[in-house]
Structure formats: C-alpha cells, structure tokens
C-alpha cells in the first residue's frame, strides 16, 4: 500500500478532509444506518465542523506536526462517533 499525498493549503482544506475522512472510515464498516450519507451529514454539522477546527488550530498552536495532528483528531472523532451512535 502506498501513501498518498494530500495538499491542505487552509484550515478550511484540513477541516473538510478530516471531516470527509473520518465519515469514509465509519461508513466503510458497513454499519445499518451509518451509510456514508448519513455519516457525512453528521460530519459536517455545524457543530462538529465547529469541534474539528478548534481541536486542529489548539494543537497546531501548540506546537503539534500538522499530519500528527489531523491523525489524532481524526482518532477521537471516530471513537466520539462509535461511543456515541453506540457501534
């Protein structure tokens, strides 16, 4: 498997792809009801779009490698997303 390279110029760009990301990796599960749509949806609430934006610019602020820091928000989402739909 090889690795990707993805250019996120903006916190816009980071923000949308963590959000895009993490609801491709929860809907790839195949769970009744968390089809890639819906988990999208959810992904680009206000609110949580509101959550990923603040985690990311926190972290960067404080000194974390950008690729780290959009690994471990992503991490967080999906267990927030499992914890809280229960899957």
Not at 28 to 39: A, F, I, N, Y
């Amino acid at each position: 498997m090889s690795a990707k390279t993805v250019h996120l110029n903006t916190t816009t760009d980071v923000v949308a792809y963590i959000a895009a990301t993490t609801a491709q990796a929860i809907a790839s599960k195949g769970v009744d009801e968390h089809d890639l749509e819906t988990v999208m949806d959810r992904m680009t609430s206000d609110r949580v779009l509101s959550q990923i934006r603040t985690a990311y610019l926190r972290r960067v602020r404080d000194g974390q490698h950008r690729p780290t820091a959009i690994t471990k928000i992503g991490v967080g989402l999906i267990t927030e997303y499992r914890t809280h739909y229960g899957i």
